[in-house]
């Protein structure tokens, strides 16, 4: 699994935290890039802003995206992804506390490739982080 890159969208430092100790329990040894909001998330992924002259033919196997994210939240985000051909492709998993009916059918209809509520308990964030790690970036083939 390493050479794989994980881009996590997450804003809160607790639950960058978070799930990297997970990722690294379940042995999942992935490069991981953290963008801190949505704007980070897009200049990765298109080698603008912070990410400036970033190879961007090098695309991460797996996008961890929250929703809820300050200056562009996670619905914008993916409705960009999927609107770029160069981007239109890649797995975009959401991965959240919210649990508003709203927010997951509007993950799906702008082409969310899953959609997982973090779990409180830490034991099953790791199970979740695993199970998705085994997922993603072993069984799934990447187009």
Do not use: C
Not at 20 to 32: M, P, W
Not at 53 to 76: A, F
């Amino acid at each position: 699994m390493k050479n794989k890159i994980i881009l996590l969208a997450e804003d809160n430092p607790d639950d960058v935290k978070l799930t990297l100790r997970a990722l690294k329990k379940s042995n999942i040894l992935n490069e991981v890039v953290v963008a801190e909001d949505g704007v980070e998330v897009l200049d990765y992924l298109f080698g603008t802003g912070k990410f400036a002259g970033r190879d961007t033919s090098v695309k991460p196997q797996l996008v961890l995206l929250d929703l809820k994210m300050p200056r562009l939240d996670g619905l914008e985000v993916l409705h960009r992804i999927r609107a770029d051909e160069r981007t239109a492709l890649l797995p975009v998993v959401i991965l959240t506390t919210s649990s508003e009916d709203r927010d997951r059918i509007e993950s799906y209809k702008l082409g969310a490739n899953s959609y997982i509520r973090k779990p409180v308990d830490f034991n099953q964030f790791v199970d979740a982080v695993q199970q998705l790690g085994l997922y993603w970036l072993l069984l799934n083939e990447s187009p």
